[in-house]
């Protein structure tokens, strides 16, 4: 079974800019959720989105975005890229039930300069 | 704020020695999950202890919860290079499956 995918895998973009990550959860999990990883961190939880819904969101400013897809695909956007901003963002999806285990993809590498 | 201090941050070793790694709170979690990153992926699972006083054995590892559920810790044990890598230690709390908080992560390096 495919594994979650998200892509691109790397991405340069300047400050001002509009990014758009995506991610496709591993087939039967319909919770997908959206973490951000600085350098020398750990994740940290921005969104996550279950049939569609958002159903969490951590402390990011309104920049960041996100959506689910009938097909439980999941799009995360940044509008006015700062600095700040990069990091590994990486996606997970789950079944949403207690101490089901996050299944992470290989992340997003965005840079902004 | 649910916080989860990681420590080492970290930690270079000989193969074959034994470490230990810790995860401490102030909140009660109602899960505790322990993951591994290596170098351009993400956190595969590794663990998952529920139960206060839980112990759970993966090979040479060995995962602990507290009797509070509080706090967790990682043992290893005769490390091999293979071990090398990030260990992320990541708290559930009720009702908040999907969103878990990370520490900030034990970077281990096992030289031969």
């Known amino acids: 079974d495919a594994g979650v995918t998200q892509s691109p895998t790397h991405l340069i973009k300047t400050r001002g800019q509009h990014v758009t990550l995506r991610c496709s959860p591993i087939?039967?999990?319909?919770?997908v959720s959206w973490y951000q990883q600085v350098l020398g961190q750990g994740p940290q939880f921005i969104f996550q989105?279950?049939?569609?819904?958002?159903?969490g969101r951590g402390n990011f400013p309104d920049r960041f975005s996100a959506r689910q897809f009938p097909n439980y695909s999941s799009e995360l956007n940044v509008n006015a890229l700062l600095l700040g901003d990069s990091a590994l963002y990486l996606c997970?999806?789950?079944?949403?039930?207690?101490?089901?285990?996050?299944?992470f993809g290989n992340g997003t590498r965005l840079t902004v300069t | 704020t649910q916080l989860l201090e990681q420590s080492p941050q970290f930690l270079s070793i000989q193969e074959g020695e034994n470490l230990t790694v810790y995860c401490n709170s102030s909140?009660?979690?109602?899960?505790l999950q322990w993951y591994r990153q290596e170098p351009g992926e993400g956190p595969v699972l590794l663990v998952t202890?529920?139960?206060?006083?839980e112990v759970k054995k993966l090979k040479r590892l060995t995962f602990q919860f507290g009797d509070a559920r509080k706090d967790s810790s990682l043992h290893i044990t005769a490390a091999q290079p293979g071990d090398t890598g990030l260990y992320l230690c990541?708290?559930?709390?009720?009702?908040?499956?999907?969103?878990?908080?990370f520490g900030k992560g034990t970077k281990l390096s096992v030289k031969p």
């Open positions: 202890v529920v139960t206060g006083g």
């Open positions: 990541a708290g559930e709390y009720g009702g908040s499956q999907g969103n878990l908080i």
């Open positions: 989105y279950y049939e569609k819904e958002e159903r």
């Open positions: 909140s009660v979690f109602s899960s």
């Open positions: 087939s039967g999990h319909k919770s």
């Open positions: 997970a999806s789950s079944y949403l039930r207690d101490f089901s285990p996050l299944h």
